[in-house]
């Protein structure tokens, strides 16, 4: 199996990020966002007898394709203005990322391509993968 990163808008995510980092001063705040579930990567990627039932990436889309919104969609804050600091900014767009895959895990279950809707995709319980999705700060 290849894994390997989409890059497309890697660029304009940086950008949008150097843009954010004017406005607000460094703590050198780091966040892990993602999920020990050994099979996640099964479904996220699909194996040789499973098509891929994506989580984890589409989100990292979402988020790159529009930044602010999916921030705010994903989250309490009315506005970016409403974040104060890079820590809260930082903190902000690893819990967003944290909602939006739990919301793509979800979503599948009631999807009818979904594992354990076709009889050669076998059941998996997607509630272990849900409640092992985490943001966690490592510095």
Same mark, same amino acid.
């Given at each position: 199996?290849?894994?390997?990163?989409?890059?497309?808008?890697?660029?304009?995510?940086?950008?949008?990020?150097?843009?954010?980092?004017?406005?607000?001063? &460094?703590? +050198? *705040?780091? $966040?892990? /966002? &993602?999920? +020990? *579930?050994? $099979?996640? /990567?099964?479904?996220?990627?699909?194996?040789?007898?499973?098509?891929?039932?994506?989580?984890?990436?589409?989100?990292?889309?979402?988020?790159?394709?529009?930044?602010?919104?999916?921030?705010?969609?994903?989250?309490?804050?009315?506005?970016?203005?409403?974040?104060?600091?890079?820590?809260?900014?930082?903190?902000?767009?690893?819990?967003?990322?944290?909602?939006?895959?739990?919301?793509?895990?979800?979503?599948?279950?009631?999807?009818?391509?979904?594992?354990?809707?076709?009889?050669?995709?076998?059941?998996?319980?997607?509630?272990?993968?849900?409640?092992?999705?985490?943001?966690?700060?490592?510095?």
């Amino acid at each position: 199996m290849r894994l390997d990163a989409e890059l497309d808008g890697l660029q304009a995510t940086a950008q949008a990020f150097r843009d954010l980092e004017e406005r607000y001063d &460094g703590d +050198g *705040v780091t $966040y892990v /966002v &993602g999920s +020990g *579930v050994e $099979y996640g /990567v099964y479904l996220e990627f699909g194996t040789e007898d499973m098509p891929p039932y994506s989580w984890f990436r589409p989100a990292i889309r979402e988020f790159r394709a529009n930044p602010e919104s999916f921030l705010l969609d994903n989250t309490g804050f009315g506005s970016i203005g409403d974040i104060d600091t890079t820590q809260e900014l930082v903190e902000t767009v690893a819990i967003s990322l944290e909602n939006r895959m739990k919301d793509n895990v979800n979503a599948q279950k009631s999807s009818d391509r979904s594992p354990g809707v076709d009889p050669d995709h076998p059941k998996r319980d997607t509630g272990t993968l849900t409640a092992s999705i985490q943001a966690v700060r490592i510095s």
